[in-house]
């Protein structure tokens, strides 16, 4: 493979697990260690690093070395604004264009979460969570959406469900939203939709804020 592509692998490595809150906030992140746990050279992980120093997923320590940032109450906040412009927007491009096979995806996933939290598998359930969100952009059909979508900082839910603090009730209440929202674009009731969806935000950040 191409240091480019070497690179990118340790990224999207990386991001992901620090986003999916597999990595938690002050690890730091050695070079050597993670060259070996990704099968690439340093170099890799050193441009992988810079680049999520870049968007303020990881900071430099005050005697160097890179270390997973904390996310702040202002941070919840502002990616609280994101989602909704985002997502809400996606919703309402998917509310004409979703078809029934990602109606099937969106249910498939919503019972793949649910059978995660029945197994005590919380992790599997977080990464239910962002298939979800995901999928859910990728229904608006516009390309540009998803690619920003996916570069955004998107990890109120994924902290929530990583830290597990909040209990089981928490988890039925994230399957209940979900479900929700995929009956109404199911059932093209934009409006219920979309109070379900900013209901789901809302109550995330009062969750994260609590923690």
Known sequence: MKVDSLALKAYTELRKKI????????????????????????MSI???????????????????????????????????ELREILEVGALKLAHSKITPLEIEQLEKICDDFSLMVKQGYYNGACEADIKFHETLIKASQNDKLFQLYCSSHI???????????SGNNDYEQTDKEHRQIVKALKNK????????????FERGVSVVLSL
């Open 19 to 42: 986003l999916s809150q597999q990595l938690l906030p002050n690890t730091r992140l050695k070079e050597d260690e993670w060259a070996g746990k990704i099968e690439v050279s340093r």
């Open 155 to 165: 990890p109120l839910f994924h902290e929530k469900l990583g830290k597990a603090l």
């Open 46 to 80: 050193r441009e992988a690093l810079t680049r999520l120093l870049g968007e303020g997923l990881v900071s430099v320590g005050e005697k160097g070395g890179f270390f997973v940032k904390p996310i702040t109450t202002e941070d919840v906040k502002l990616i609280r």
């Open 189 to 200: 009731n934009l409006k219920l939709a979309e109070q379900t969806l900013l209901a789901h």
